[in-house]
């Protein structure tokens, strides 16, 4: 069993920062690229960012210069650090993680439960 937990999240003014945190745990061989998503009321799930086992990263344009992504390999963990956040980034934040549970196995996607984000003007 994998389980991806996300902390971090809360009410920020505009221009503020917040960080994220998604720790992965349970049967993990391997974890490859992992991820952050988000979700605005009414909207579709978007990708804000993501990062290779390497390191290589990914940024939505609405995000780029203002948040970061990165890992710690040793605490299978990905963070998302916000900064000069606006109302349009309000939105509940999603971690994803490609991680295979044994040496012989693909890797399969798995999802956090979500953070909510709020930017208030």
């Known amino acids: 069993q994998v389980q991806l937990v996300e902390s971090g999240g809360g009410l920020v003014q505009a221009g503020g920062s917040l960080r994220l945190s998604c720790a992965a745990s349970?049967?993990?061989?391997?974890?490859?690229?992992m991820g952050w998503y988000r979700q605005a009321p009414g909207k579709q799930r978007e990708l804000v960012a993501t990062?290779?086992?390497?390191?290589?990263?990914n940024y939505v344009d609405s995000v780029k210069g203002r948040f970061t992504i990165s890992r710690d390999n040793a605490k299978n963990t990905v963070y998302l650090q916000m900064n000069s956040l606006k109302p349009e980034d309000t939105a509940v934040y999603y971690c994803?993680?490609?991680?295979?549970?044994?040496?012989?196995?693909?890797?399969?996607?798995?999802w956090g439960q979500g953070t909510q984000v709020t930017v208030s003007s």
């Open positions: 994803s993680a490609g991680i295979s549970t044994g040496w012989y196995l693909s890797a399969k996607g798995y």
């Open positions: 349970g049967s993990i061989f391997r974890i490859n690229e």
């Open positions: 990062i290779t086992s390497a390191g290589s990263r």
